[in-house]
């Protein structure tokens, strides 16, 4: 299954219902196994199903399983262990896959070297953060602000009641009391919902 055209002839029955084409799937690495619109990564192993409308692959791959994507990424030259440890470590830690695949990506690029140290990425990723973060923006009004503010207590499953639970490991503040009791996984980032802790906003 390497061979992106093999993979690609696999999704003879896609569901035509899916919002994402089989190319984009294969050229991410994965093939369809089904039932429904379950793909497996050809590499790493990884399952991913449910797909929705705007969905990237690659970013979905990237983001549960990244692991293939460092060792496959087009232009990304990871020649050892330790150099590709050091790009796993800091996606383990939580940052921005994307942004740390482009960083690494453009390091070699420009300069030939790779990142010795999980400090010396972080250290740019931050300073990445730093520049887009002081670009000046225009102030927001207060009807705005106002908007914003309860946009973001506002439950993201029923747009209707304010959040009121945290999930467990994730932390995410994202739903209802009431919608969280049918919710298995984060909508936010889907990571298994492995505990509920009710909140109180003052």
Known sequence: MR??????RTFSQWPDSSPV???????????????????????????????KAGDCPMVEHLKFFPFYLLR????????????????HNVLEMGFDPLRVLSLVDNKYVLTGTHYLSESELISDLLQLDWEENSVEET?????????????ERTCKVCMDRDVSVVFVPCG???????????????PICRAVIRESVRTFMS
Do not use: M
Request: proline fraction near 5%; glycine fraction near 8%.
């Open 3 to 8: 061979d992106e055209a093999r993979r690609l």
């Open 172 to 186: 995410h503040l994202v739903a209802c009391g009431e919608c969280a009791l049918n919710l298995r996984l984060c």
């Open 21 to 51: 084409p089989a190319l984009d799937l294969a050229e991410a690495g994965f093939y369809f196994v089904g039932p429904g619109d379950h793909v497996q990564c050809f590499c790493c192993g990884g399952i991913l199903k449910d797909w």
């Open 139 to 151: 102030p927001l009004s207060t009807e705005e602000q106002l908007r914003r503010l309860q946009e």
């Open 72 to 87: 496959n990424w087009r232009s990304l030259s990871l020649p050892s262990v330790d150099q590709f440890s050091v790009a």
